[in-house]
Structures are given as C-alpha cells and as structure tokens.
C-alpha cells in the first residue's frame, strides 16, 4: 500500500469533525440516465451502415412517390416514335420497346413493389401478431395445439405455396401480397409467441411486478420494447424477401400483367431485350438492389442497436 | 510468517473504456501472496475484485480494457511487461483460474478428459496416452467418483458439484503456484460449496499452492483464508490477517461487511445492519474516502481528501482517517467483533 | 434423441401430405382447363384425352387414385411432352440441378465460413466493416440480377466462360457463383454471429487460462461451438438454392428440374407442375429433417441425455 502520499495536506481539527451522514450527497447513480429506445437510438445512430441504408431507403421513398410524376408521361402513354432509345432529353433513363418513359417506369414500379410488400408484411402483422400472442399468452393446451399447426406449417416450403397460389388466382398486387402474407405470417407468429414465452419466464418481469411497477410501466417498460423490437426486426427483413419475390416470380412469369409495372416486371421486360438494349434491366435491377441492400441495412443496424447482448 | 512472496500486486490502476467514459475499476491496489498462502479478496459485486484477479492473468479484454498502472511481480516478474506468448506460458502453468460459474465454465461440446488433457499437452509436452493417465489421476485427486468412464463424457453429464471438481482438475493438473479461485462456490449449493472448500483447502495442503481466493462470502473466507484483502470502490481499505479482520477490524466498511452477514452468536432479536447506499460511481471517483457517502463516522476529511493507510500491526493495514491522531476515537460496534468463529 | 427423431419425421409425414394435398386440390380447382393450349381440338377428342388421364371422374376419386399412383413414383404424363413420364421428365433435369446445388454449396459454405469467422475475430475494424457490406451485398443482389449481370458481362461481353447452356464443367461455373454468393453470404453472417456469441462464453476464458494460444483456442474451442447451430442453416439454404435454380437454369439456359418447372408454369403444363412442386417438397422436407438429425448428432448435449445426479 502507498504510504503517506498525503503528507502535505493541511488537515485542521475542524476537519475531523464527524458529519451528518445525509448531508453528503449520495452520488451512487450520477452518471446520466440512458433509456432503452435512447440507448437503441443511440447505437443505431452510431452504425453507419445503417444510416446510410435508411437515408438510402428515404431518397428511394421520396422517388417512388415524386419520381413518376417529374415529367408528363405517365408509366403507360406509348410513343412508337420514340422506341428503345437510351437516355436522351428528358428521358433520363431512355424508353422501353414501347417508347414508354423507362425512368418513370422505374419509379412507378419500385412504388408497386414497395406497396406489395407493406401489404404482405400488413398480413404478416394483423395474423402473425395476434396468433403468436395468444399462443405465448395462454400457453397450456391452446399452445400446444397452436404449435402443432404452426410446426406443420413451417415445414411447407413458402415458395411452393407461393407459386402455387399465384397459379391459382390471377397475379395482381393484392393476390401476390396476399401469397407473400399467407406464407410469411408463420415466422411473425414464432417470433412473438417466443418473445412472449421468454417474457413471462423472466426474473425481471416477475422481479418488476414484485416491486410493484405498474401494469403500464411493465408494459412501457419491460413487455414492449422486448416484443417490438424483434417485431421491428422481423418487418425490417420481411420486406426485402417480398419484395424479393414478387421481382423473383415476375421473372418466372407470374408477375403482375403489363402494363402495369413493378420492378420484377421491369427486370423481366429488360432480361428479354438485354443483349440489344442492356440499360433497360440495368436502372430497375439497380433500384431493386438497392431497396434490398437498405433494408437489409436497416435491419442489421436495428437488430444489433436492440439486442443487449452485444452491448458495448 | 517470513516466506517468500509468490505475487506481489503493487499499485495497480486498472480501467475500461465505455461509451460514458473511463470506468476505474481499480485505482491503485496493492497486496501480496506467500509461498503456501491463502489469500481472500473480499468486497462488495463491482468493487474490482474480479477485475484484479483477472489482470494478474491478463485476461481482462483489451479493449474496452486497459491495465493503466502498476506491476504485478509473479516470483519477481513483472506479468504486466511480459510478452504474450511468455504469459501463455505463465497461464495454466505457474497460475492458475477457475470461475464462478461451472455451467459455463467448460466447452460442452468437449469431452471433460480432453480438457484437462489439453493444459498437460501444452505445458508438460505430454503425449497423449500420458495426458489420458494424468487427466485420469487428477480426476481420482479432486474425487470423482469412477473416473475412467467419467472421463470420456460430456459437461452437462456432470451435475455443477462435479464440474467445479473438473475445473480444479483442469487448474491443478499441471501444480501450480498460484491458483487463482474466483467466486468458486456462489454459484453451487451450499453442502457442495462445503465440499469444494474443503478440497481446495486439501489440494492446496498437498501441492503447496497458494491461492487467491476471491468471494463476497465471509463464511468462506473464516473457513479458508489466512489473510484478507478487503476491497472498496477499487481500493484496498484493509488488510489483515483472519484474525485481525474477524476480531480486530478498524475499517468501517469492514465493520459493515461483517454486520451485514448473519452470525450463529447473535441473539435471536438483533437485526442485521446492511450498509445503507450504494457504492460511488467509478467514471467519477470520489475525490475523497469512496466510503464516506456510507460511512457512519464520516468527517469532513473524508469527503475532500484520501485517507493515508496506516499500520496498526505488521500484517494491518487500514485506509482511514479515524486512524488519524486528530480523529475522535471511536469504538469497534461490539456486535461485530468476532463475528464468525473461524 | 432417437424420440427427437421420432417426432421430427412425424411432422415431417404429416407436413408432406399437406403439401401434396393443398398441390392437388388447388391444381385440379385452378381456373382454365388444364388442356386449353389444345383449344383447337375436336370436343371428342378431348373428351377422349380428359379420360385417358383420369380427369373425368369425381375429383375424391381422382385423388385416391393420385396418391396411390404417388406411392408408386408414378407423377402420371406430361401434357406437353406427348405423355412422356413425369418421373422420366425429373429424373432427366435433377442431376444438372443437384450438381450446380452441391457446387454451390461447397464454395458458398467453405467462403461463407472463412468470411465470418475473419469478420467475428477482427470486430469492428475494417476488415469486419468490408467482410459485413460483401455479406450484405451478396444476398441484398437477387441471384437472377446477379446472374443476368455474369451471363452478359463475363459471358457475352468478355466471352471469358460460356454464357449459357450446359455442356461441360467450365458451363457450370457462372451458375455456380450465381447460386453460391448467397450461401456464402447467408453462412458468413450465421457464422459471425455465432461466433460472436461463442467468443464471449466462459469456457473461452476457462481455454485461455489454460494458456492456450488464441489460435488454439479459437479452432478447438470457438469454431467447433460456432459450427454446430450453423448446421441449421443448411435447412433454408436447401430452399434458397431451388429459388435460385429456377431462375438461374433459366438464365443460363440449363436443362435442369428449374427450368423445366419454369417452363411448365408458362406453358400450364400441370401434371408437371403438380410433380416437381411435390418433389421440391419432399427434397426441402426431407432435407430439413436430415438436418434436424444431423444437428441432434453432432450436438452431444442433444446425442446424449444429461445423466445428472
């Protein structure tokens, strides 16, 4: 031990008199407070991945909204005057087979793309949510039979039932959602029953109860954020695979029918005419790789900025 | 007691860097460990202690941390200048770890016996077939019980008894000098913990090992140690022999500590007195006594300056101004004295 | 063990017949007829084909005598091919399509290991910041834009390998890394993040104290606890590789089951539709529960009941 470091320290008696104990500042928690979502916040803000696939997603947003309606035409007017020529004036990305406008194409179709997959992952919400409460609220018999149907299920390639699906009802926006939404819910539900299940087993949910936090703090507090954050997650990456899928299916032609366009569609139009006129695949695939890459961002970003584990 | 020093800890500041600045977890701790001795290092959870124990093996992750200060003199050498290729060496060898949790401790995809085979291959250059005898000899040493089938199962085939038992096989299987014990009991049940104790206490008689033992359980220490570290807040505020700390402790804290665990001589009526509070944040350390917020003989030296350590014997120290000739005297709370009948 | 296998294959029966139900009923319930490619024909010739394949009998009987064909291998005939066996049909596309899926996955799972094990141990530098966007990339890129893109770039434009059909080993290269960079994507990130996990575990600490090197320390400890749940993705991986297959045989003009499932879709060719689609299933099923299996193997806390006193 260090002996005597303090020998030039002027020490009156005074100073020796004992003190109050509560006149001293009691600074066991002095460091400042961090909530849960400002910690999240805090990390996802730290990732830089992740704010450039969400500034990313947000200038493609802002596109798919304004970017059809930058000039006059519209995604379906045809000009057979103007057919397959690369970009030139104020057709930034040239015209298609048709002479239609390919960049107000693009943007019109990433808007559809990106609609049928809200729509999916819509589905995938108002069942998946539910289902998987109910199952991990209950748990017992109800459970147990939820799961067995669950089990099955999952073992059903989506993609068949996909396909399978779309052969059935005619491709359109709401049927391909639909398709996307009746496969993807099972995953939902897994992932909130489990969160469910894991909750209820936990010391410091029983813990905060035992302390008498209240049912809406325990909901604020303890229940939400560790429900929606894998929820968050689960959207974050159920997008991409949709939208994923409806360009996978219009590739194998069970898109939706022309002239409507989404970014399969367009891939696909563009794959046909590729060895002649490459830049009409080029725009739409890059948008669509894009949008993927973003998500998948955002997703990585917001699953590390929630999960305490890896915590630094 | 003038054996040699097996470890001497001198000064040692260690931090880790966080998102809200330098933690200093500890700030200058000093003590040493004799040939043959057991040392307990006793302290509130996040007093340092187990950042201390893990600095001597220079296990503490690097970053977020970072041993900023001192030396930590393993029979004169300084560990912390070492390469690392040296100290790998050193681990396993000279000094040994075992943790706190047997659970997590070992690989479950492992076989036990290759486990405890692995630090023999390393460092004895066993081969194989000698590692297997030894391993299986260290299995019979810590008492399980046949060890020759024993030996080719998996962890969770164990119950957590039998795995501390395996990772003192693994520590002791090369004869350390140094074992390092880091809450080896907590996490067991307590007619286990008893076992355990006893056949550290056995093994260390029979290899000649010292050890340090880290625990908040004062129990465990009357039963095992021959001196005390107790630590606060990243500091040492006393050390002492077992007795000087059980009958004769001058620290507050170390009054607290004992008054806080239940004793089979109190009468039936007489409450335990927790220490009120919590311990100081260590971003922003106190610049005074840590203890001092808590302290119930607190005076305004306390809050400003640090206390010098003073010796009251040649094995007692203490880090506290009532030790001060300007201090009012104050009495030992009586119902602390002797607390645990070694 | 062999009980967590017993109910695996259980759900596994179970989920088959649901699947091969659900294919039967929505194809015999889909709207069109399944000949209306043949519009042209007179209506007794057709009433003469519907008969030959069974379609004029009620459709509960059509599927007992379906399934009980299927017990056979017998998927019934193409109505594309002049009748030519189903069975024949897949039996004749699968070996283009499982050598391209083994291909792939041997390179995707070899990269895929090597990436994220570099991206776990460097965490946090740039090696991990580059290994991460790579990842990221490879299965952000959906494989038939990947695949359009090699076909006409190395293929067409370089001419360095050949840009389609399937005539040799060289011809299966670019498929090959069409397919594979999603495998290696997907295992890199299974990988690092497992490996992530592993590298904070006590017994990593425990390895240490030994004084094992952090070398030896990562390959006997870390990789091999790493490796073990990684096995599960070989389940959805099986899944992504037959995504892939039907776009990329395709792209690249390979006789293979997806290009011949493909084709039948656009051509309403429906017994073929209704085999490979059966077959997918169980080659994705049973592929699952041989992972299951598997995992139950190489896990000894799952291989061998806790024997706790």
Known sequence: MSSMNSSTQNLTPEMFQPIERDTLAQEGVSSKKITFWGDVWRRFLKNKGALIGALLLLVIGILAIVGPEIHSYSYRSVNYDLINKEAFGDHWFGTDGAGRDVWTRTWYGAGISLLIAFLATAFDLFIGVPYGCISGYYGGKVDNWMQRIIEVLYGIPNLIVIILLLLWMKPGIIAIALALGITGWITMARVVRGQMLKLKSQEYVLAARTLGASTRRMLTKHMLPNVLGPVIITIMFSIPTAIFFEAFLAFIGLGIRPPEASLGVLINDGYKVLQLFPYQLFFPALVLSLIMFSFNLVGDGLRDALDPKLRQ | MDRKNVLEVKDLHVSFHTYNGEVQAVRGVSFEVKNGETVAIVGESGCGKSVTSQSIMRLIPQPPGVIKHGEILFEGNDLTKLPEKKMEEMRGKEIAMIFQDPMTSLNPTMTVGKQIMEGLIKHQKLGKAEARQKALEMLRLVGIPSPDSRINQYPHQFSGGMRQRAMIAIALSCAPKLLIADEPTTALDVTIQAQILHLMNDLKEKMDTSIILITHDLGVVAETADRVVVMYAGKVVETGTVEEIFYKP????????????????????????????????????????????????????????????????????????????????????????????? | MGRFALQRFMYMVITLWVIITLTFFLMHTMPGSPLQHEDKLPPELKEEILKEYGLDKPLPVQYVTFLGKLAQADLGSSFKYDGRSVTDLIMQGFPASLQLGIQATIIGVIFGIILGCVSALRR?????????????????????????????????????????????????????????????????????????????????????????????????????????????????????????????????????????????????????????????????????????VLYGIIDPRIRIGGVQE
């Open chain 3, 124 to 292: 946090g530098t740039w090696v991990d910041n580059v290994a991460n966007v790579f990842s990221i990339l490879g299965y952000s890129v959906p494989n038939f834009v990947l695949a359009t893109l090699l076909s006409y770039y190395v293929g067409v434009k370089l001419q360095w390998l050949p840009p389609a059909k399937w005539d040799g080993p060289e011809y299966s290269i670019l498929p090959t890394l069409s397919l594979a960079v999603l495998v290696m994507a997907t295992i890199a990130r299974y990988i690092r993040t497992e490996m992530l996990e592993v590298l904070g575990q006590d017994y990593m600490k425990t390895a240490k104290a030994k004084g094992l090197s952090a070398r030896t320390a990562i390959i006997k400890h870390a990789l091999r606890n790493a490796l073990i749940p990684a096995v599960t993705v070989l389940g959805p991986l099986i899944i992504g590789l037959i995504t892939g297959s039907l776009v990329v045989e395709q792209i690249f003009a390979i006789p293979g089951m997806g290009w011949m499932f493909v084709d039948s879709i656009q051509v309403n060719d429906y017994t073929v539709i209704m085999g490979i689609t059966i077959f997918y299933s169980a080659l994705i099923i049973v592929g699952m529960f041989l992972v299951d």
């Open chain 2, 250 to 342: 001058r620290h507050p804290y170390t009054w607290g500590l004992m008054g806080s665990m239940p004793r089979l001589n109190l009468s039936r009526d007489t409450e335990l007195s927790p220490i009120l509070g919590t311990p100081p944040n260590l971003l922003t350390p106190p610049k005074g006594c840590p203890f001092a917020s808590r302290c119930e003989h607190a005076m305004q030296v306390c809050k400003e300056h640090m206390p010098e350590t003073t010796n009251s014997s040649d094995s007692h120290q203490v880090a506290c101004w009532l030790e001060h000739p300007m201090a009012k005297p104050v009495d030992i709370p009586h119902d602390v004295v002797g607390g645990v009948s070694k």
